[in-house]
Each structure stands twice: as structure tokens, then as C-alpha cells.
């Protein structure tokens, strides 16, 4: 029994030995095991965080569908019809980009002869759109758009538009948009008659800025517009618009009772009936050293037409007379009552 105990004891020992290594003691043993649980636990964390990230993402995802099928509704409603060929989400982890190609627009009752007439619809086809939100930044929607995009009625292509880079941003939705900015990089309008192009209109840039007005009341909004153009040309409208020209204007919408979707026809006749007007409160046109600056206020009349006064200073009016052929109607004798009309002063 002696040698059995002995023997028993130098086994253990032995094995405390082997384990522990020379010099360990039972109490650093402990220290050890208590000393190694951290550095497991920022592993764990970013495992469990990445899970729950991943779980967030494809749920948001799952809810860009419902969410842009809902915003599709309401626009149908409304005669303006959004289909894709094919609409996939993407973007993890950090974005959702939802990219729809073969995209095309279908416009019916947007304008008055559509509504009176039940013309069909005008459809327009567009290449593929990109819309691009960050996880962090829901509201925040940035779309690029691919050229060109065909204008077509009854089947027939009317109009092609083709841009090198077309990008926008609207800030706000789904709620009220809040501002909205939309940009073109060398756009070109050409009509289409007999399977053959001709040019209307080109520029080099185009800028369109809207906004909500500060302090304007949430059930009469103000919007607020800044309208950019860059080496602009018109064909077909008048020979002096053919040279390049730049713009800049700013106007004040007043009028608008909500952002709910409508066809444009009864937007515009709610705005008539608020008495809505657009106030250019700054303008500016330079072709050369040609410059005209003008202001004033536009409104509709109950026909849908314009209806208003533009206050316009021209410097380097004389070369504008050759153009607009006064100089010819004063030869002709034109009465000075018509002159007054086309250009005061003359």
C-alpha cells in the first residue's frame, strides 16, 4: 500500500510537471486561464456586429423593392408610368444601389390635347439608371443615367437626347423633397423625321437647382430654381440663337398646395387658380458682348397661357437690331407704335 501511494503521488507530480512546466505554480495556472478570455472577446464582437450589419443591410434591401413598386403606384396614378426590364439591389455593405436597365417612361393626360383628345401616350426610353443611397444617409438618393433617351408617340421615335454624363440628387425622400439638383454634360436634342437626325438644340453643361424656400409653410410651398446653361445653340427658332450663348436665372415659384402626385395639366391649374406666379427675380444672357439682364413675373391665365411683364437691359443693343430685323422695318416705315412695342426707345 506504502509503494502504491508513493507511486501514485510522484505520477502526479510528474504530470503537474509536464503541464505546468518548471517553476509554474497551480495559482499561475489560474492567472493564465483568467488572462486569456479578452482576447477573445473583440473576435466574438465583430463576428456578432458583422452578423447584425449583414441581417440590417438585406433587410433595407428587401424594403427598396416594397418602397419603389409603392412610389411607381402613385406615380401611375397619375399617368406617368415607370417600368424597368430588369431592377437588382446591391451595394453591400456600406451603399444599396439599385440599378434598373432598360428603363422607359410612359407619359398619358400630361397635357391638355392628351386629356381632351385621349392622344397615346408619349414613352420615353431611357439606358440604364443607376440610384445609389449610403446606409448611413437614407435620404440622400444619387442617380446617373445613361445615354441616349428616345422621345417616342405611337410607336414612332420623335426625338433622341444623348449627354456624355447625366447625374442628379434629391435629398428628402421618400418623405418631401427637400432640394434636387439635376446636371448634363454636353447635351444634344435632334429630331427625327424620316429616319433622319436634325439638330435643335446642343449645350455643353446644363444645371437645374431646386429647393424648398426657408420659412415657406409646408402646405404652400415656395420652391426656389437656379436654371444654368453653358455654350448653348436653338436651330429652327430664330438665326441669333444659333450662336453659342450662356444663362443663368434665378426664380421664386409661388403657388404650389402640395407635392402629392398629379398629372401636370391639374398642376398647373391648381397653380392658376392659387394665383401662382413665377418671379424671375435675376436673369442673365451673354452671347459675346452681347448681355441682357432681365427680372419680372410670369403667371397662367385661365386658357393656360402666360400672363406676366420681363424687365430686360440690354448692353450692345445695336448689333441685336440687324438680327431682329429693325433696322429693315424702319426702312418700311413701320409705325412707331410697333417699334415702341418691339424695342422702346428706338
Not at 409661388?254 to 424671375?280: N, S
Request: glycine fraction near 8%; charge should be neutral.
Amino acid at each position: 500500500a506504502g509503494t502504491a501511494r508513493l507511486w501514485s503521488e510522484t505520477t502526479a507530480d510528474l504530470t503537474k510537471f509536464i503541464v505546468q512546466g518548471p517553476g509554474m505554480t497551480d495559482t499561475t495556472l489560474v492567472l493564465r486561464k483568467r488572462r486569456l478570455w479578452p482576447v477573445f472577446v473583440m473576435p466574438v464582437l465583430v463576428v456578432v456586429a458583422a452578423a447584425a450589419w449583414s441581417a440590417f443591410w438585406f433587410y433595407a434591401a428587401s424594403q427598396v423593392d416594397r418602397t419603389v413598386d409603392a412610389w411607381r403606384a402613385r406615380e401611375a396614378a397619375s399617368g406617368r408610368i415607370y417600368e424597368c426590364a430588369k431592377r437588382t439591389v446591391a451595394g453591400f455593405p456600406f451603399r444599396l444601389e439599385v440599378h434598373c436597365e432598360g428603363a422607359t417612361v410612359s407619359l398619358k393626360s400630361q397635357t391638355a390635347d392628351q386629356a381632351a383628345a385621349q392622344t397615346p401616350p408619349v414613352t420615353v426610353s431611357l439606358g440604364d439608371i443607376l440610384v445609389v443611397a449610403q446606409i448611413y444617409t437614407p435620404k440622400l438618393l444619387i442617380a446617373e443615367f445613361k445615354a441616349p433617351a428616345t422621345l417616342s408617340q405611337r410607336g414612332q421615335p420623335e426625338m433622341v437626347v444623348n449627354w456624355t454624363t447625366a447625374r442628379s440628387s434629391i435629398v428628402g425622400l421618400p418623405g418631401i423633397p427637400q432640394r434636387a439638383v439635376i446636371v448634363f454634360d454636353n447635351p444634344a436634342v435632334d429630331r427625327i423625321a424620316a429616319s433622319v437626325q436634325a439638330p435643335v438644340a446642343r449645350a455643353k453643361h446644363v444645371e437645374l437647382h431646386g429647393r424648398i424656400a426657408e420659412g415657406s409653410a409646408a402646405d404652400h410651398p415656395v420652391i426656389e430654381t437656379v436654371f444654368e446653361l453653358t455654350g448653348a445653340t436653338l436651330q429652327g427658332i430664330h438665326p441669333l440663337l444659333t450662336e453659342p450663348f450662356d444663362a443663368n436665372v434665378h426664380a421664386m415659384v409661388r403657388g404650389l398646395k402640395d407635392f402629392t402626385p398629379k398629372p401636370w395639366p391639374v398642376r398647373f391649374r391648381e397653380l392658376q387658380a392659387e394665383g401662382g406666379r413665377v418671379e424671375i427675380t435675376q436673369s442673365r444672357i451673354q452671347q459675346g458682348d452681347l448681355i441682357g439682364i432681365a427680372a419680372g413675373s410670369l403667371g397662367l391665365t385661365a386658357s393656360g397661357h402666360l400672363d406676366g411683364e420681363l424687365q430686360m437691359t440690354v448692353a450692345g443693343f445695336e448689333k441685336v437690331i440687324p438680327a431682329l430685323g429693325i433696322d429693315k422695318m424702319l426702312e418700311e416705315g413701320v409705325p412707331q407704335a410697333t417699334l415702341d412695342r418691339l424695342a422702346p426707345g428706338i
